[in-house]
């Protein structure tokens, strides 16, 4: 999964389905959540985006969307924000999720 800035985040989720990860390094649930969403990355090829926001070294792009506790997936559709959840979510969790924008 590709770790964005904030230039290549806006032109990212501008259009179709991107489910963004914020996360930071030192996050015990970011590490666990990592797999699970890299799996999903591979169930959904073609059909959504997956990035990754490191809160750390983009601050100004977490504080934009209210990002407050980590791990943060927030789902969009063509730049509008469709849904979020915080924490650490099973894959069923993130597919239903993800269903919401497919």
């Known amino acids: 999964m590709k770790i964005v800035n904030e230039t290549e985040f806006d032109k990212t989720i501008s259009s179709g389905v991107t489910m963004v990860d914020f996360f ?10 990592a797999p699970v969403i890299e799996d999903l ?11 990754k926001v490191n809160v750390d070294q983009e601050g100004a792009l977490a504080q934009r969307y209210g990002v407050m506790s980590i791990p943060t997936l927030i789902l969009f559709k063509d730049g509008e924000i469709v849904d979020q ?3 650490f979510q099973p894959k069923p969790a993130l597919q239903n999720f993800i269903n919401k924008a497919v």
């Open 85 to 87: 959840v915080l924490g």
């Open 41 to 51: 990355s591979g169930d959904y090829e073609g059909k959504v985006n997956f990035i």
């Open 24 to 33: 930071a390094d030192w996050c015990g649930p970011c590490k666990m959540i």
